[in-house]
């Protein structure tokens, strides 16, 4: 008679045991997803101050050498502020298509692969 009732509390704890692992596992999913995201991101924004500086100063350049070809520093960097202009207005108008789902879609597949 005692037995069903020792398996029953066997039963009990491994149930309990196997919870807490599971919660235990889950967490340290998240974390590693978390870890991983947060590396990435990391990553590019440092690629991306890279990239910046070197467009800046480019541009800078590229500002002075048009104004001494149109005789006016100023007419140099209002041609290279225009350009600019038109590409951050194209951007505005396609933002969903351009940066929105694809970051949507990366994100999406970052944590579909690590539960696979």
């Known amino acids: 008679m005692n037995e069903p009732i ?4 066997m039963m009990l704890k491994s ?11 889950f967490r340290l999913k ?3 997803l978390a870890a991983e995201i947060i590396s990435s991101l990391f990553a590019m ?4 101050i890279i990239v910046l500086l070197f467009l800046m100063m480019m541009n800078i350049g590229l500002a002075i050498w048009l ?13 290279v502020g225009s350009f600019y202009g038109v590409i951050a207005s194209m951007i505005f108008l396609f933002r969903n ?5 694809p970051v ?11 539960n696979t």
């Open 104 to 114: 949507q879609q990366a994100f999406i597949t970052t944590i579909k692969h690590r």
């Open 30 to 32: 998240v974390v590693s």
């Open 97 to 101: 298509k351009w940066i929105k789902s």
């Open 15 to 25: 149930i309990e045991s196997y919870g807490r692992v599971s919660i235990e596992l």
């Open 6 to 9: 020792n398996t029953i509390e």
């Open 67 to 79: 104004g001494k070809i149109t005789g006016s520093e100023f007419e140099g960097f209002f041609i």
């Open 45 to 48: 924004l440092i690629i991306g």
